[in-house]
């Protein structure tokens, strides 16, 4: 917070700009700090005359510094920026870029990209200028507000480097829809279970430098990483001697480096962590202080686990109960040393819920929150508010508008109403009985993530639809309003979004950037864009910033640098931060406590309730329990044998950037199918299943679901289980990457009934569809 | 004549993410579907679950002993004295492809004009650059870094004179070098062996990672040497 | 734990014969050139028989001398368009007193006995077809002229070469020279030997010697071959050259039968693969091809070449003989081809083992 403080700890880049601070103050938009002097041992070409400027990486927004070398306009070069908290390993370590970030050059001038704005005009989307598309954006949510009322517009704005999109929909346009990533689509069963409990989404990440154990349960975090200073602590770790432990049906590449895999039956993490727990309880392992004086419904916790024995688990998992015993044994004399990294793996069935509540209830038990080398209870920087800064008298129009789920009866079917405002699969049912009717996506596809098939339809139904975006697809050839959107090296950026999480351990930090190269084409900074929405609908008062960069300064209003200074050093190291700070403020829980039993959430506990009495089998409780898998949604039968999953690969963010020609050309070549035509995604299958269907790699192959089905291209690998088939998401019809299959398009809304989680474990059969 | 250059891999830090093809192509500016000058190569064994797999990473080594150079006809490929950086000077290649046959390992690309284009240690940016220019620096003194070294997430391929990268090494490593492993054209970390735990459940002391005990297992691995080591 | 990067996998996948890499080409060339050498032992064989036995010039071993020499210029064409087809760089490569420096290359070495090669056997080829001799001959071998004579230059030629063609002793050292330009065409072998890390090739003695024994096999064969699709008759000489392509032919399938031993004792994984690659599917098809191909000749060129170099031939045997003797040596030139073609395709390579 304070710069003495921050001086002192602001290691090499700092320092190192320091030194050459007559280049810096003379960096302007692009800078002008020369990358290489007369003296250089190179051939001068592209580079020779380039400037540098930085940027935090948005390709999975996950805000990796960068150094790009522009020539002319052109970005000619790009890199990491060294000791940067998200993508290097830290303090004076060398910063790189994935392959994602790498590829943010090539989409920085990617002819494909979506440079001028439309509107719709007699059924067909035409090119606008901007006044014209802010005024009939305006114009449209005006109509659709009067007719039907804002709160049936919803807000699915996604990776913004911004949090205006809050403000202009919900303060201002007034609609309580909101549906976020994170919560929604990502990875809902455990981010309920982590806040509930009192771990927070911080259950995500482990303290990896500090770890001298390290577990991670259906995380894969040497390919699908928050920033490069995961699988870069990670590695750290294991140099310093610490035990990787990877839980995990798939043999990804984590469990390449692990030294103990274990490969378990899918949705099965509720049984392994109620085992281990017997063991840590049974053996006495357990930090008894930190469970006397910190946590709630621990009794309850250990008589639930009394008979949930390593041999009982193992029949559920196909785990070995020696192994089981011994991981358990380990993990708790490790602690508090000893971390759970857990994401989506855990995170995505229909079970998930009740899985990773089982699994987090370890780390109470053992005591290792907010403990060097547990889980870490990260903190961001001190930004302030804006419009607090300015003296901004905001409305808040969505005040007292009662989400649709909680409103209409129709949906007292879904127990997750209690937990949530609003569902992913759940969205094209709300369309079709009139409550939503609009909806702005911003960096957001939601035909990517789940019933995919019901979406296409409630697209068609929508009455307004605007979109932010890059790149044609069936969401924005769909759209009424498509803005076109800058990307991040093109526009002035202070990261917001959780701004936690890095190399740096114990201290705050803070990045930003500049604009490296003039935004390609037509377009504008997502800030401007709502900027530009608000004055149209005349609230421009509002909003008096004349740019992103101007708002950010205020919110670094209680922060010792201005936005120039932190762009132009890229990151800034701030204040240390102490462990233990439940200590001082307790758990952000109903208790205060780290809580193994939720009765006391009281819209968790009326979600059981309800979902208690829809599902007779099981005797729901809001402890930690064993939920068979199959409980709820799919399980693999007679018709559909196969458990159909997908997958990230390290070559893609998500669904967004499967277009860029440099990632696809290394992952189909990873995959040994670089020469073949086909440029879609893969459906990773193992011999035996291969072999009984007469499928080869490189054969087109069908899977079909009981909602429908899609044609992919065979990779039969070891890699993956018999009867566990995957594909990487973000292909196929609806996905800007048309080629290959939308994995969601076999799916048939699944979802996690206490969190409202898209489930993505579907019965599938595979057959040959000929082809190659 | 100055200190050779050479490459590093560690294939323990290795996630085989990619992030040096895709940077060298970037550097060199080079089309996606191009063929690499850095490879990486996903090498995997058994069935599951008793599977394993190994990423990777290749480039031309600048061998100290250059086979390419060596059979080049047009005396096109130049190991150069000053940093015994390889290098290959496009306006004498015949596109004979004969130094792809003689080289190890895969080098040489031939892109649509037929002629030879390969990793120059970023020496200068594009096919055949490089050739003629002054020393190789290190990037303390200037010199630019292999774009693959700045980009490698796992801080697992390094570059740089000799001796300085046998400094880096492993102490296996390093001796395995000296002794010829690899034709000491490049220094290769030995796969840790992170067995599984309960394998030796009495033992548990026996599944230390051998990145950290060098010593103990070299005379070991060192009798191993003639059997599997080869180019 | 050892894992192996085998970098050049497109080796074994059949890819390769479009890709720019190996493209056919390649084996045409390392096989023509020795054909070339082949042949052109089997003319200037003859010439030395000829002034030996004091033969008339219309007899066979001018017949055998013109069209081995025949034959060799067109194997040397052959292999140059070959190698001239796979550069990128054409005229570079014509220029190749000026560009092609590196006298440790083989492929500059080889150039330059190839080129040489061309030339001596051209100069051969044109003193036997042309002049005065030639002129009153007869037999097939002499078509050439045919072409010359279209153009009206038929005299012209004639009296030319009569006039530059050297006194005897001259010839000889002519066909000497040749005839070791024409050994070393071994040098193709060595194009591959020299590639120490491909199992399959890294053989210098073995590789080189096979080239050797199998091309000029084929030269010789092939010169018979064509010689006997015109002479019906297999006279005594006919039967030893017949005899000494068969035995070459023999002597070639037990390197390569030696060197498959080795490759099948070899366990390092690049020579696994190889193994596995030429013991499986298309390639072992063709391994078959060639050891048929090679047997066949060694049996039809000792058998018959010896009963009629000892004139032992009896007249139905004859009649069937000339036949036989064509189509072995005709699928005697396939395999020695074949072998090529799969010393290529089944080649592998470890750069990089990694291990514990
Ligand atoms: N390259 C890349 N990186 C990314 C992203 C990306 O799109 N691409 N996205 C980012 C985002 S938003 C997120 S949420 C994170 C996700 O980060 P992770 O959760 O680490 O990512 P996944 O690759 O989805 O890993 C899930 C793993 O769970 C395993 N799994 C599947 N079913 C089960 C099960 O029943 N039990 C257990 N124990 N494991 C199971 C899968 O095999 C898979 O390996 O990644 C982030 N990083
Ligand atoms: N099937 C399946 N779906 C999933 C997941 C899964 O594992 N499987 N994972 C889920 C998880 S964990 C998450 S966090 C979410 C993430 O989901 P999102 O972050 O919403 O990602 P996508 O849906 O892929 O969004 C892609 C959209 O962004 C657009 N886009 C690309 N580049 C830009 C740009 O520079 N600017 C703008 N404005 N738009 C751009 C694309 O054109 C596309 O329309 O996905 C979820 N969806
Ligand atoms: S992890 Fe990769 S894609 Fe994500 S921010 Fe960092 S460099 Fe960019
Ligand atoms: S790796 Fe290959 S191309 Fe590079 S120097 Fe060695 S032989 Fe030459
Ligand atoms: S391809 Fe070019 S560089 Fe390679 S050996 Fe032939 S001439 Fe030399
Ligand atoms: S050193 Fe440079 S040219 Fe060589 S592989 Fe690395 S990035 Fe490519
Ligand atoms: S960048 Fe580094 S970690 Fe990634 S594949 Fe290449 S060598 Fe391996
Ligand atoms: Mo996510």
Redesign the pocket.
């Known amino acids: 917070m304070s710069k003495n403080e921050a001086g002192e700890v602001a290691l090499s880049r700092r320092s190192l700009l320091k030194v050459s601070g007559a280049a810096v103050g003379a960096m302007s938009l692009g800078g002008c700090l020369g990358v290489l002097d007369d003296e250089t041992d190179r051939d001068l070409d592209r580079l020779g005359d380039a400037d540098v400027a930085y940027g935090n990486c948005w390709m999975c927004h996950h805000a990796c510094g960068q150094e790009v070398a522009v020539n002319d306009g052109t970005i000619v070069d790009i890199t990491g920026v060294d000791g940067h908290p998200r993508g290097s390993a830290g303090p004076g370590r060398e910063g790189t870029l994935c392959p994602k970030g790498l590829a943010e050059m090539e989409k920085a001038h990617d002819p494909d990209r979506i440079t001028q704005p439309y509107i719709r005009e007699d059924g067909e989307l035409r090119q606008a200028d901007w006044d014209e598309a802010f005024e009939y954006a305006a114009t449209r949510l005006k109509a659709l507000d009067e007719q039907y009322g804002a709160e049936t517009f919803l807000n699915a704005a ?2 913004a480097t911004t949090n205006l999109h809050g403000i202009v929909w919900g303060n201002l346009y007034g609609t309580p829809e909101r549906i976020g ?2 919560r929604h ?3 809902g069963g455990a981010h309920l279970s982590g806040n509930l409990m009192g771990v927070g989404t911080h259950m995500r990440f482990v303290d990896y430098q500090n770890a001298d154990y390290i577990i991670a349960w259906g995380r894969n975090l040497f390919e699908s990483f928050a920033g490069q200073w995961e699988p870069k602590g990670v590695l750290e770790a294991l140099d310093n001697g610490a035990k990787l432990v990877v839980v995990d049906p798939q043999h990804t590449p984590t469990a390449q480096k692990a030294d103990e895999w274990l490969p378990i039956e899918p949705r099965t993490d509720g049984a392994l962590a109620l085992a281990m727990g017997h063991v840590i309880v049974e053996e006495n392992l357990y930090d008894e202080a930190f469970v006397e004086e910190w946590t709630y419904g621990f009794e309850r916790y250990r008589e639930e686990v009394a008979d949930k024995t390593p041999e009982w688990a193992s029949e559920r998992t196909g785990l070995e109960p020696g192994v089981i015993r011994q991981i358990a044994v380990e993990f708790a004399e490790a602690a508090p040393a000893a971390g759970i990294a857990l994401w ?1 793996g855990v995170g ?1 069935y229909a079970e998930s819920q009740k899985a990773s509540q089982a699994v987090f209830a370890l780390n109470g038990l053992v005591g290792n929150i907010d403990r060097p080398g547990g889980l870490r209870f990260w903190r961001g920087p001190p930004f302030s508010n804006p419009f607090e800064v300015r003296d901004i008298d905001l409305p808040n129009n969505a005040a007292g508008k009662t989400p649709a789920l909680r409103k209409y009866e129709e949906y007292e079917k879904y127990p997750f109403r209690h937990t949530t405002g609003i569902g992913h699969n759940q969205i094209p049912e709300m369309v079709e009985n009139g409550h939503i009717r609009g909806m702005y996506c ?4 939601p035909l ?3 019933n995919t098939q019901a979406w296409l339809e409630a697209l068609e139904e929508m009455e307004l639809i605007i979109t ?4 044609w ?1 069936e ?2 050839r769909h759209a009424d309003v498509v803005f076109p ?1 800058a ?1 991040q090296l093109e526009k002035d950026t202070l990261i917001d979004y959780a701004p936690a999480w890095s190399a740096y351990h114990e201290n705050r930090w803070v990045s930003a950037s500049k604009a490296a190269v003039e935004p390609q084409g037509n377009t504008k900074p ?1 800030f401007d864009i709502l900027k530009g929405i608000a004055e149209a609908m005349g609230w421009g008062e509002y909003i008096p910033w004349e740019s992103e960069a101007a708002y950010n300064e205020d919110m670094l209003a209680n922060i010792d640098y201005s936005f120039e200074e932190v762009a132009q050093e890229n990151y800034v190291i701030l204040d240390e931060f102490g462990y233990e700070q439940w200590k001082d403020s307790g758990f952000s829980t109903a208790t205060g406590r780290f809580q193994f039993y939720l009765d006391e959430e009281g819209g968790y506990r009326r979600s059981i309730e309800e979902l208690d009495e829809q599902v007779p089998d099981v005797d729901l409780h809001t402890g930690p329990q064993w939920v068979p898998p199959g409980t709820f949604g799919d399980t693999p039968d007679g018709e559909y044998p196969l458990h159909f999953y ?1 997958t ?1 690969a390290v070559f893609f963010a ?4 499967q277009v860029l020609d440099h990632p696809r050309e290394q992952y189909a070549r990873k995959h040994g199918l670089a020469s073949e035509e086909y440029e879609g995604n893969y459906l990773v299958m193992n011999t035996a299943d291969a072999d009984e269907r007469g499928i080869e790699t490189g054969d087109m192959v069908t899977v079909a679901t009981e909602k429908g089905d899609g044609e992919v291209m065979a990779y039969v690998s070891e890699r993956t289980p018999p009867g566990f088939v995957t594909a990487e ?2 292909f196929g019809q609806g996905n ?1 990457k048309e080629d290959g299959m939308n ?2 398009i076999v799916h048939d809304g699944q979802t996690d009934p206490i969190s409202s989680q898209v489930d ?1 474990h579907i019965a599938a059969e595979v057959r040959k569809t000929g082809g190659d | 004549m100055g200190e050779q250059w050479m490459f590093y891999f560690d294939p323990n830090r290795c996630i085989g993410c990619h992030a040096c093809s895709i940077s060298c192509k970037q550097r060199h500016d080079r089309d996606p579907d191009a063929e690499d000058w850095r490879t990486v190569t996903h090498l995997s064994q058994g069935e599951y679950p008793d599977f394993e797999e190994v990423p990777v990473s290749m480039s031309c080594m600048h061998c100290h002993d250059a086979p390419c150079e060596k059979v080049c006809p047009p005396n096109a490929i130049e190991k150069r004295e000053e940093d015994g950086i390889v290098t290959v000077n496009r306006d004498r290649c015949i596109g004979c492809h004969y130094c792809a046959w003689a080289c190890p390992y895969g080098a040489p690309t031939y892109g649509d004009d037929g002629l030879m284009s390969k990793c120059n240690m970023c020496l200068g940016e594009g096919a055949g650059s490089g050739h003629g220019q002054p020393a190789k620096q290190k990037p303390e003194d200037g010199g630019a870094k292999p774009s693959c070294v700045d980009n490698c997430v796992g801080e697992a391929i390094k570059a740089g004179p000799v001796s300085e990268m046998k400094a880096e090494a492993s102490g296996v490593a390093a001796e395995r070098f000296e002794n010829g492993a690899y034709e000491s054209r490049v220094i290769v970390e030995p796969i840790a062996e992170r067995a599984p735990l309960h394998e030796d459940t009495d033992e548990s002391s026996d599944t230390v990672d051998n990145r950290d005990e060098p010593a103990t297992k070299t005379e070991q691995s060192d009798t191993q040497t003639a059997g599997w080591l080869n180019g | 734990m050892t894992f192996t990067v085998t970098a050049l996998e497109v080796f074994v996948e059949f890819r390769w014969l479009s890709a720019d890499y190996w493209d056919l080409s390649i084996p045409v060339y390392l096989y023509l050139a020795v054909v070339a050498g082949g042949a052109y032992l089997t003319g200037a064989s003859a010439w030395f028989l000829r002034r030996w036995r004091g033969s008339d010039s219309n007899g066979l071993e001018t017949e055998i001398l013109r069209w081995g020499f025949l034959v060799s210029v067109l194997s040397a064409g052959g292999a140059g368009l070959a190698v001239l087809s796979h550069l990128a760089v054409y005229y570079r490569a014509i220029l190749f007193p000026v560009y092609l420096t590196n006298y440790d290359s083989w492929i500059t070495i080889g150039t330059w006995i190839l080129v040489m090669l061309s030339v001596l056997a051209i100069v051969c080829l044109v003193l036997q077809l042309f002049g005065e001799a030639a002129a009153e001959g007869d037999g097939a071998s002499r078509w050439p002229r045919w072409f010359v004579a279209k153009l009206g230059l038929l005299d012209v030629v004639d009296r030319f070469v009569d006039r530059i063609r050297p006194p005897t002793a001259g010839l000889a050292l002519l066909h000497v020279v040749g005839s070791l330009f024409a050994l070393a065409t071994i040098y193709t072998g060595f194009e591959l030997a020299i590639v120490e890390t491909v199992p399959l090739w890294n053989q210098p003695v073995l590789v080189p010697l096979l080239f050797l024994t199998s091309g000029v096999a084929a030269g010789i064969g092939s010169t018979l071959a064509v010689t006997m699709v015109f002479e019906r008759e297999i006279t005594p000489m006919f039967g030893g050259y017949a005899a000494v392509g068969g035995v070459l032919s023999g002597v070639s399938l037990l390197i390569a039968g030696y060197g498959w031993t080795q490759l099948a004792a070899n366990n390092t994984p690049a020579a696994a693969a190889s193994y596995s690659s030429l013991t499986d599917g298309l390639l072992a098809f063709g391994v078959w091809v060639v050891a048929l191909g090679f047997a066949l000749a060694l049996l039809a060129g000792v058998f018959l070449g010896l009963a009629a170099a000892t004139g032992r031939l009896t007249a139905s045997v004859e009649r069937i003989g000339g036949p036989v003797l064509i189509g072995s040596f005709g699928l005697l030139f396939v395999s020695s081809l074949l072998l090529r073609v799969l010393l290529l395709l089944a080649a592998e390579q470890d750069p990089v083992v990694v291990v514990v």
């Open positions: 996604s990776w990533r994170g689509v990502c990875f989506t995505q911003h960096y957001d596809n990517t993530d789940g932010v975006d890059a790149y697809n969401l924005t959107e990307i997502g997908d990230r998500f669904g967004a950037d998401f973000g800007s994995t969601m993505r």
